[in-house]
């Protein structure tokens, strides 16, 4: 990265451009940006702004996604043979080996009988492709009133109108949005549950059963309305970093195949590894009748989702005529540099092994993650200010009693070296699989110290 780095990020004026110009999320037009980036290798970033360079260890992995890394030289390489060959061609008509490739090792990775492949191009529309798909399976089968999804309290599903719908319609980002008349059915949280580090679940029995009573409850009185039901299993992300009982998913898993309800996982911040598993539904032994991944898929390099279904969901569509077609197609499904750079990701998550052998590498890198985040993020606990520290697979969080002071905390989490995004009550990291313990400590290190100078200790 070059020294002249903070000379350009300033003599550009690169924030003072931004600002007025461009949204950023969740933003107001404004308040968007404070670092440019200039450069990004490895797992760490280079940062600027007016008081000079910044080189950070990137504790988002941006937001789930860059878990090989930046610049990672296997899925560069991918990215430029693709470029060589074609970057992109419409998916009406057409295939390409990139997508076909890429089916087969999803169908081969995923859980349950998953076996057929919708591409999206962002996690939100895989969310909406998966909707879609329920609406049509009930249309299939004659069930015509059967229009509505359960959705749990505190879910995240992505910011399209649909998705937006199933998300927590209180505590979401999208109170401003509410169509009357078009809410969703929403079921309680599962109750909280914690992974021992000798690998057992533990949640409150008696609030679980509770739970169950009121899930069971709501699913009946609406039988007739509901398509399906739609939850990120066992870790709700930005909803809370929020994670919840495996019993309750297979407890889901009888609700929907009792009232013949499609089981929707969205494993698009879950999937490839993050919390430990595969796939966060296999800390439950559960699967769905159709999953989202996204995120993480491309190792954070392009935009990319997937939505996954069973031969017995495309099979209600399935057979000649109108009605059997998935109606959804944008233009750049299946992207065939995407889908490249996806499988070169998905082989560095995989190696050679059987994905989900002890072998298979992401496997070894989520372990060293999560002892290395336990180890250096529980000098936390001591902190007046912090609620709780936990940790799931490669996800760490300090929760504190009051909402974070996010612009002071992020400065003073630069100024030692880590990246991080807090939001609400929550500093959390997610890093990525590629970070050494010594890399885990400079950003366990980084968080505890901010949060102590910000909210004391
Ligand atoms: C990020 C996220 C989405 C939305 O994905 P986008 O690619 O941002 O559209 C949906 N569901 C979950 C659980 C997510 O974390």
Not at 72 to 82: E, F, I, R, S, T
Not at 110 to 135: N, R, T
Request: proline letters at 6%.
């Amino acid at each position: 990265m070059s020294a002249a780095a903070p000379q350009l990020a300033r003599q550009d004026g690169l924030l003072a451009r931004d600002s007025g110009l461009l949204w950023h999320p969740y933003a107001s037009l404004d308040a968007g940006a404070h670092y440019a980036v200039t450069g990004a290798d490895g797992v760490r970033l280079m940062l600027a702004d007016e008081s000079g360079t910044h080189e950070v260890i990137d504790g988002m992995a941006s937001w789930w996604s860059m878990v090989h890394g930046y610049r990672n030289p296997v899925l560069d390489a991918a990215a430029h043979a693709q470029i060589d060959r074609f970057s992109h061609v419409m998916f009406g008509g057409l295939t390409h080996a990139p997508a076909v490739q890429l089916a087969e090792r999803l169908v081969a990775m995923a859980p349950g009988e998953l076996a057929h492949v919708f591409l999206a191009d962002s996690g939100s529309i895989s969310v909406e492709v998966a909707l879609k798909l329920a609406l049509q399976y009930q249309h299939a089968r004659g069930h015509d009133t059967r229009r509505r999804f359960a959705a749990l309290r505190g879910g995240y599903h992505g910011d399209t109108f649909a998705a937006m719908g199933v998300c927590d319609p209180v505590d979401g980002m999208h109170a401003a949005f509410a169509q009357p008349g078009r809410e969703q059915v929403f079921l309680p949280r599962p109750p909280a549950a914690r992974l021992t580090t000798e690998g057992q679940w533990e949640s409150d029995a008696a609030e679980l059963a509770e739970w169950e009573v009121a899930a069971r409850k709501i699913a009946a009185a609406y039988m007739d309305e509901l398509a399906g039901i739609i939850c990120e299993p066992i870790l709700q992300g930005a909803g809370g970093m929020f994670t919840y009982a495996p019993k309750a998913l297979r407890i889901l898993r009888e609700i929907a195949d009792e009232h013949d309800l499609l089981l929707i996982f969205d494993e698009i911040a879950t999937g490839f590894g993050r919390t430990g598993a595969l796939f966060a539904s296999e800390w439950a032994q559960v699967a769905p009748d159709v999953m989202c991944v996204g995120k993480a898929l491309t190792g954070g390099y392009l935009s990319l989702a997937a939505m996954l279904c069973t031969p017995k969901v495309a099979r209600a569509l399935g057979g000649p005529g109108p009605g059997s077609a998935l109606l959804h197609g944008p233009t750049f499904m299946g992207n065939p540099l995407a889908c490249a750079v996806a499988n070169a990701s998905l082989e560095l998550l995989t190696g050679s092994a059987d994905p989900r052998s002890a072998s298979a590498p992401w496997r070894g890198q989520v372990s060293a993650l999560e002892a290395a985040l336990r180890e250096a993020l529980a000098p936390a606990r001591v902190l007046s200010c912090v609620k709780e520290v936990r940790v799931l697979g490669g996800v760490g969080v300090i929760q504190l009693h009051d909402p974070v002071r996010v612009a002071e905390v992020t400065k003073a989490a630069v100024r030692r070296g880590a990246w991080v995004r807090p939001f609400r009550d929550l500093l959390y990291v997610m890093p990525p699989y590629v970070c050494t313990p010594g890399d885990l400590q400079v950003l366990g290190d980084a968080l505890v110290l901010a949060v102590a100078e910000i909210h004391g200790n």
